[in-house]
């Protein structure tokens, strides 16, 4: 069975920093895309981070650039989110995703071209 795992979420006052995992199970992604969403309560889920499955190219959210930092282990099956510089406005759950397509040329940030996600990890950053 195949499972994306999130951890690392947790309650955190403004400027500080948490860092998420998302460790995969089941199968190997090392070739596939991997992305980070989040969704705060009453919004639509939004793209955070993505980083190809050869962790060459990245792209962040105009709201995260400069603070979040997406990386990946393949060796781990592991895909990591360090979030520096956190705003109240980050409060959201955080759920991974992997590419539906192996070996994407390119990188893309719209939840449909996911396939398999996480149950998501609560990051709360308080005022």
């Known amino acids: 069975q195949v499972q994306l795992v999130e951890s690392g979420g947790g309650l955190v006052q403004a400027g500080g920093s948490l860092r998420l995992s998302c460790a995969a199970s089941g199968r190997a992604f090392s070739s596939n895309n991997m992305g980070w969403f989040r969704q705060a309560p009453g919004k639509e889920r939004e793209f955070v981070a993505v980083i190809s499955w050869g962790g060459g190219s990245t792209r962040y959210a105009d709201s995260v650039k400069g603070r979040f930092t997406i990386s990946r282990d393949n060796a781990k099956n592991t895909v990591y989110l360090q979030m520096n510089s956190l705003k109240p406005e980050d409060t959201a759950i955080y759920y991974c995703?992997?590419?539906?397509?192996?070996?994407?040329?390119?990188?893309?940030?719209?939840?449909?071209?996911?396939?398999?996600w996480g149950q998501g990890t609560q990051v709360t950053v308080s005022s």
């Open positions: 995703a992997a590419d539906r397509l192996s070996f994407r040329v390119g990188v893309t940030t719209t939840p449909v071209t996911y396939d398999y």
